[in-house]
């Protein structure tokens, strides 16, 4: 389980209580139960859980528990893995895009080398400044 997940509902639970303690007479654990009444309570999550599927469309609905299997998932990734993966893809991309343009310049019977390492060139500048 996501040890975020459960840090971020007990904290949301422990502010919430705490908020229903606090009173005009100062903390009082005994105002916790003027929150509790079933009616509202029914009201409130049962009209929530209605808007949210007043909200969206059936599909992503019923996407909802992969959503949570996603977020109950601890497996662990290796992040240099995946930007090793991302620097390989990347170099695919640019490799891809210089063939085509390589191509282009063929076609146009255009000076390829200047051209092609102009482009490079404010390629890279854009990548720098990004």
Known sequence: M???YIIGVVAAFGV???????????????????FVDPASVFITIGCTIAVLI?????????????????LMNTKKHDPL?????????ADRVVTMYQGRI???FQKADINQDN???AAFGIVEQEAKGA
């Open 81 to 89: 893995a995946v930007i090793e993966q991302l620097v390989e893809l």
């Open 115 to 117: 051209l092609t390492s």
């Open 16 to 34: 919430m209580v705490t908020g229903m303690m606090q009173g005009t007479e100062g903390f009082n654990p005994g105002q916790v139960m003027n």
């Open 102 to 104: 390589n191509a282009e």
């Open 2 to 4: 996501n040890i975020t």
């Open 54 to 70: 007043a909200s969206f469309p059936v599909g992503t609905l019923k996407s909802i528990p992969k959503h949570f299997a996603v």
